[in-house]
């Protein structure tokens, strides 16, 4: 198989590789601007909605209590704001 390198020393234009190989013209693109291969780029891992109430449900969920309208009344009593639709959700570990 003809490196995309070559193909582009070789005179051919990045739409025509496009075309020989089968990839995107801003694939090509991306690896003829590379030395080699590029790394590949990972988004960021947000934080949950979740995450100020994990402590609070992994210690219930110790206890026992997997119920989700058991564990919404709890977060109630305890004056917990949007708890709703994320308590609903959440699932057994």
């Known amino acids: 198989m003809i490196s995309l390198h070559e193909l582009y020393a070789s005179g051919k234009s990045i739409r025509e590789i496009a075309r020989i190989t ?4 801003n694939t090509v693109r991306k690896y003829l601007r590379a ?5 590949p780029r990972y988004p960021k891992k947000r934080g949950s909605k979740l ?3 994990k402590p ?3 210690q219930s969920i110790a206890q026992g209590i997997f119920n989700c309208e058991v564990l919404l009344r709890l977060l109630k009593k305890k004056k917990e704001e949007n708890y ?4 609903l959700l959440k699932k057994p570990l």
């Open 22 to 25: 089968g990839h995107a013209r």
């Open 35 to 39: 030395n080699g291969i590029p790394e």
């Open 51 to 53: 995450d100020p109430f």
């Open 84 to 87: 709703i639709t994320i308590i």
């Open 56 to 58: 609070f449900l992994d």
